[in-house]
C-alpha cells in the first residue's frame, strides 16, 4: 500500500471539494434561515420557494380518500355516531386512526398548533385503546379523531 493511497479517502476527497470558509459559510447561512423560518426567507428571496408549493390545492390520499372525505364531511356533531357505525361494519380502529392523521393533514397542513398537538395525540390514543376493557377500546382514539379532523 502506498502513502498516497492512505490519504484518498473520504475525508480528503470531501476537503478537496470544500473549503473550512465554504463549509462556515453554509452554517452561517442555514442558521440565518432556521432563525427566520422558511416563509419569510422564501418571502425575503433568501432560500428557494418552498417543495411542494407547485403541488395540488388539496391533499389526495388514494384508496384511503372516501374514509378521509366521510370524518373531513362528516358534521362534527355527527362524527363519533357514524364513525361508530364505521367501526361496527367492519371498519378497523387502526383504518380510522389513520384516516384521521390523514384529514388531520389536510386540515392543518402542518401550520396549526393544535393540528400537531391532536396529531401527536394519535399514537398514545391507540396505546391507550389496547388498554381500555373491552367494547370501550374505541374510546381514546374517538376522542382524538373528533379534534383531528375539524
Avoid at 2 to 21: E, Q, V, W, Y
Avoid at 55 to 76: I, W
Avoid at 111 to 124: K, N, Q, S, V
Wanted: charged share 20%; net charge positive; proline share 7%.
Amino acid at each position: 500500500m502506498k502513502t498516497n493511497d492512505l490519504n484518498a479517502g473520504p475525508a480528503s476527497r470531501f476537503a478537496a471539494r470544500h473549503s473550512r470558509r465554504k463549509f462556515l459559510a453554509d452554517i452561517g447561512r442555514g442558521t440565518l434561515l432556521a432563525t427566520v423560518g422558511p416563509a419569510l426567507a422564501g418571502e425575503l428571496e433568501l432560500a428557494p420557494p418552498a417543495l411542494g408549493q407547485d403541488g395540488p390545492e388539496k391533499l389526495e390520499f388514494g384508496e384511503m380518500e372516501p374514509l378521509v372525505a366521510f370524518m373531513q364531511e362528516t358534521a362534527l356533531r355527527d362524527l363519533q355516531p357514524a364513525m361508530a357505525a364505521k367501526l361496527k361494519a367492519g371498519t378497523p380502529l387502526r383504518a380510522l386512526l389513520a384516516g384521521g392523521a390523514l384529514a388531520n393533514a389536510r386540515s392543518f397542513g402542518g401550520e396549526d398548533y393544535i393540528g400537531f398537538h391532536t396529531l401527536m395525540a394519535l399514537c398514545p390514543a391507540l396505546k391507550m385503546a389496547e388498554l381500555m376493557p373491552s367494547g370501550q377500546t374505541a374510546l381514546p382514539i374517538f376522542k382524538v379523531l373528533y379534534r383531528n379532523t375539524g
